[in-house]
C-alpha cells in the first residue's frame, strides 16, 4: 500500500479514540477491550498494518527532520502494565533515532522539587525537526499527586497557594503551556493507555511468574491497585479539562497490545500527515553549486 494510503486509513483508525473537547468526555463509555469488531484471529493482519505504519512514519519522520521547522511531542499516561514501554518501543521501531527523544519521569528528585513543576519538562521538550517522547509527564502532578496529597507536601508551595482550587488552576496552567507549545510549531499529542483493572492483576501475576519479566514487577505497582478508583476519577477530570483541539487527548483501549499499538501509531501518523511536510526546496545558488560539484567530481 502507497503511504497515502496507509495514511487514509491511519485517520480512520485514529479519530474514534480522539478527545478534542472534554466535557461530554465519560471514561466509562470507552471499552478497554474494544478492539473495532477485529478479531483474534485478525492479529496477523493487525501486526502487518503496523510494519506498514512504522514504515510510512519513517517516511515522515524523515521529513520532519530535513524541514527543521515543526516540532512533535508525545505525551504517554497510563496505569501501571497497561503497555507503555511495549507501545513505544513498537511504534517508534522504525524511525530514526538522530530524530527522536524518548524521556521517562519518575518521582521527582530534591533539585526538581525545589522548582515549578513544568521546570523537568521544559527541559526535555523535542527540537525542532524531532519527535519527543514523555513517558509519563507534567500530567502525573494532576494524577499521582491528587491520588497521594503527601506528594504535594513535598512540592514546597506557599501554603496560601494551595487552595481547593489547586487542581482547576493546573489544568488551566497545562491548557495554557499546550497552547503556547503549539503557537511555537511543537505539535502536542496525549496517549491515556486504559487497561482494565482485571488485564492489570493478569499482566501482574505474569511479570511475577516469568523470570524474564520479575524485574518489571514492583510491590508499589500492585499497591497502588487499591487506589484504582481514585485514579480513574483523576484520569477522567484531567482529560474532561485537558482535552483541547489543538492538543488532544487519544483514548486508547489498551487491554490488547497489537490494538494499542495500530492505534497509536495511527494518530501519530494523522499528527505527522497533518503538518503537510516537505523536503526543502533548494534556490537557484544551490542548484549551481550543485552542478560545480557534480563537475569537479567527474574530473576527479
Ligand atoms: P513506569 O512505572 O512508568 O513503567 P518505572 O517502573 O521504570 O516506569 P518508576 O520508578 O515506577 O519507573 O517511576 C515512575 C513512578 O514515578 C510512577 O509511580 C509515577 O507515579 C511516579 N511519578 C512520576 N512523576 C511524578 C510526580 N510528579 N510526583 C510524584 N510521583 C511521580
Ligand atoms: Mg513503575
Known sequence: MKTKGIIKQARQFAKPFR???GDKFRLKDVDPAETLGLKSEDKPRAREALALGVHALAELQDKLYAQDQWAVLLIFQAMDAAGKDGAIKHVMSGVNPQ?????????????????????????????RGSIGIFNRSYYEETLVVRVH???????KLP???VTKDLWNERFQDIRCFERYLTRNGVVVRKFFLHVSKKEQKRRFLE???????????????????????AYMDAYEDMIQHTATKEAPWYVVPADNKWFTRVVVAAAVIDALASLNLKY????????????VAKRALARR
Do not use: M
Not at 115 to 127: M, V
Not at 149 to 155: G, M
Not at 207 to 229: C, L, T, V, Y
Open 149 to 155: 496529597p503527601e506528594f504535594l507536601e513535598k512540592q
Open 19 to 21: 478527545v478534542t473537547q
Open 99 to 127: 530524530g527522536c527523544q524518548v524521556y521517562s519521569f519518575k518521582a521527582p528528585s530534591a533539585e526538581e522539587l525545589d522548582h515549578d513543576y513544568l521546570w523537568r519538562c521544559t527541559q526535555r521538550l523535542p527540537n
Open 280 to 291: 526543502p526546496q533548494v534556490g537557484p545558488e544551490k542548484v549551481k553549486e550543485l552542478a
Open 159 to 161: 501554603p496560601e497557594l
Open 207 to 229: 511479570r511475577i511468574e516469568n523470570p524474564e519479566k520479575n524485574w518489571k514487577f514492583s510491590a508499589g505497582d500492585a499497591q497502588e491497585r487499591e487506589h484504582w478508583d
